[in-house]
């Protein structure tokens, strides 16, 4: 028999809803909205079913999930554009049509294995993805469905084992139970669908059964074991205090040679040891500058020759038992073509040379210069993969367009001989999203995580006032506290739990003083890694390649 629906939102609408509601659920609204994850994707559940029941042509379908992903991207990354309209525009296009792979993936094993085994594949195949986006040249994790919990770290504190995928899981078993829920109970039928002539014809809707008390514990249950876990955790480790340092200087019209209102390197330089100053105490052990705090092309090679690392040197002997650790433009030379990397460059004058943004540790005022060269590079800004040179090469999306140098390894910084215990892990920036790579700073024995950035790429908007969020997931992770040292945006310390106990305002000159402990204990999530997306990439190949057997085999 045929069952009366009910009224239908046209599909329009409903790719408008689902976009809205992810939008409205990240970081930086309010805790309480992250909520909205768990019904951010039904609107497209609903939407595909539509489709699929209608027998809509894969053109259609691919249209109506493209714009679906075009519009969440568009609505949470617009700020990228802030640097320039271009680079704006690229990430958005380019990383919705990426997104479009998993959701394609899934359709295809739900038509060729069934809608059970279909919608179970859905999870699966998005977090394989996002496994990937983390790991190979067009990495754009910034809308990995895990960060959506960063404002409301107090949920989440069980990423310690899991990591932030395991949050990109939760929201898809909520939106699927959700979604099944709606089906069964709210009768959510298009024209012509058939129904079963036992099914009850009398459910209103929100009717409340097992299915939604289903899902309403998928919500509240991995919620209440967060806040029980949060209870019950202890900050770790000896405490030390930190001096973080906030220039404030504008990177369109101040930071760099050649902008309208230069500010010479050694007036940079003399701000950065004046508010240095300002907080320093006889308990201070370590003192953090931003992203190119030091910005000047220092050649690592000769780089005590440098003025201006002698006057640090003065500096750092004027305060016996203060550490630095810098933001900095580093170059290294090579030899010959044979022994230089593969992002080396070449001038006649220079010969083979790496340019590096990179971090700078100085643990007193003798020992020797250690540097760190930063890992993960922005697409399109620090490196362009080879593939799109040609395409993307015009592009800046802030800072200088080309490939920078990098290293595979995660360097660990010595601690100073007063303070034992101080191991810092230097994140540049973008590196700070990576939940995986932060983690093996710890295993690495890092103790304390050290964020130097420069927030003011983006103007007064969303997308440093995530970044700072995101950090809060990485403290979670790894149990480790935080220390941020921005050019300008949000200086300040996030605690293990991940709560951000101290910021100073932004867009001012100013430094700030803290104390943080300096955990040594590794995580399940530490010691063992991501897990869940390797597991899951696993998985994905298993289910595409049943899926195209199932296809080849012969009819009956």
């Not at 002539?197 to 919620?223: C, D, K, M, V």
């Amino acid at each position: 028999m045929k069952e009366k629906t009910s009224p239908q939102l046209p599909n329009w609408l409903l790719v408008l809803l689902g976009p809205a509601l992810l939008w409205a659920a990240w970081p930086v609204h309010p805790a309480p909205f992250a909520l909205l994850l768990f019904v951010g994707w039904v609107p497209y559940l609903l939407l595909e079913r539509r489709l699929t029941l209608a027998n809509a042509r894969k053109r259609q379908v691919f249209a109506y999930t493209y714009t679906y992903l075009l519009l969440w991207n568009a609505f949470t990354t617009w700020w990228v554009s802030y640097s320039t309209l271009g680079g704006g525009i690229a990430a958005v296009v380019l990383n919705a049509l990426l997104m479009c792979l998993p959701l394609m993936a899934f359709r295809q094993t739900k038509k060729r294995l069934g809608s059970r085994l279909g919608y179970l594949s859905l999870p699966v195949f998005w977090i394989a993805f996002e496994q990937l986006h983390l790991h190979w040249d067009l990495t754009w994790p910034w809308l990995t469905l895990g960060n959506g919990f960063a404002a409301a770290p107090q949920w989440v504190q069980w990423y310690e084992y899991t990591g932030f995928l395991g949050g990109s899981l939760w929201v898809w078993a909520v939106n699927l139970l959700i979604f099944n829920w709606l089906i069964k109970n709210c009768k959510l039928k298009i024209k012509n669908e058939l129904v079963s002539a036992e099914a009850p014809s009398a459910r209103q809707f929100l009717t409340f059964n097992s299915q939604f008390l289903t899902a309403a514990l998928a919500i509240a249950a991995p919620i209440g074991l967060s806040y029980l876990i949060g209870s019950l955790y202890q900050e770790k480790g000896p405490a030390t205090e930190v001096v973080l340092v906030q220039p404030n200087i504008d990177p369109y019209k101040q930071k760099f040679a050649g902008t309208p209102d230069f500010i010479s390197y050694d007036e940079q330089l003399t701000r950065l040891l004046t508010l240095s100053e300002q907080k320093l105490t006889p308990q201070t052990r370590l003192v953090i500058w931003p992203e190119t705090a030091l910005e000047e092309s220092y050649w690592e090679n000769t780089i005590e020759s440098n003025p201006k690392i002698f006057r640090v040197r003065q500096w750092l002997k004027a305060h016996p038992g203060v550490a630095l650790l810098t933001g900095i433009t580093s170059v290294t030379s090579y030899p010959n073509k044979l022994e230089a990397s593969v992002t080396a460059r070449y001038r006649d004058d220079l010969g083979y040379y790496d340019v590096f943004n990179a971090g700078a540790f100085f643990a007193d005022a003798t020992a020797p210069v250690q540097f760190y060269h930063k890992s993960r590079l922005v697409p399109g800004v620090e490196k362009i993969p080879p593939l799109l040179t040609s395409v993307i090469s015009h592009i800046d999306l802030g800072g200088t367009v080309g490939s920078y140098g990098s290293q595979e390894e995660r360097t660990v910084y010595t601690a100073p001989a007063n303070a034992p215990a101080l191991r810092v892990a230097p994140l540049i920036c973008y590196e700070s999203i990576y939940g995986d790579f932060t983690a093996e700073y710890a295993h690495n024995g890092a103790t304390l995580l050290g964020l130097f950035t420069n927030d003011a790429w983006w103007n007064d908007s969303p997308g440093y006032h995530q970044l700072l969020r995101y950090g809060a997931l990485r403290c979670i992770e790894t149990r480790r506290d935080l220390a941020r040292a921005a050019n300008t945006g949000f200086t300040g310390f996030i605690n293990q739990r991940g709560e951000v106990v101290q910021t100073e305002t932004a867009w001012i000159p100013t430094a700030s003083r803290g104390t943080v402990h300096l955990n040594d204990e590794l995580t399940f999530y530490a010691r063992f890694g991501e897990l869940l997306g390797r597991g899951t990439q696993i998985v994905a190949v298993l289910l595409l390649l049943f899926a195209f057997w199932q296809a080849r085999r012969p009819k009956r």
